[in-house]
Nanobody, 119 residues
Framework: QVQLVESGGGLVQPGGSLRLSCAASGRLFSTNAMGWYRQAPGKQRESVAIVASGGSTNYVDSVKGRFTISRDNAKNTVYLQMSSLKPEDTAVYYC?????????????WGQGTQVTVSS
């Protein structure tokens, strides 16, 4: 099993910044991917950004140029630096750990952290 602990959500004004963190523990795999998903009220959960253990990244188009995902493999932690936040970024953000190549060893989720962008 893998446990994920998220932190860093909150209320921010439009144009502001926030940094989310997610620390993984438990049975971890050298081949993995960690990412952030979000779900706004009444909408489906969507992938925001993913970073593989080798360092490659992928972003949804709506956050490119504004969000940066990074990871510290020594700490088994993934970060999401969010800048130029917009009201439409308001959602519950979930950390995901994808174990093994293609998540064959399982997919694990954090409890979620609320991000609210409002003036």
């Amino acid at each position: 099993q893998v446990q994920l602990v998220e932190s860093g959500g909150g209320l921010v004004q439009p144009g502001g910044s926030l940094r989310l963190s997610c620390a993984a523990s438990g049975r971890l795999f050298s081949t993995n991917a960690m990412g952030w998903y979000r779900q706004a009220p009444g909408k489906q959960r969507e992938s925001v950004a993913i970073v593989a253990s080798g360092g490659s990244t992928n972003y949804v188009d709506s956050v490119k140029g504004r969000f940066t995902i990074s990871r510290d493999n020594a700490k088994n932690t993934v970060y999401l630096q969010m800048s130029s936040l917009k009201p439409e970024d308001t959602a519950v953000y979930y950390c995901q750990y994808c174990a093994g190549f293609g998540c064959v060893m399982g997919t694990y989720w954090g409890q979620g952290t609320q991000v609210t962008v409002s003036s």
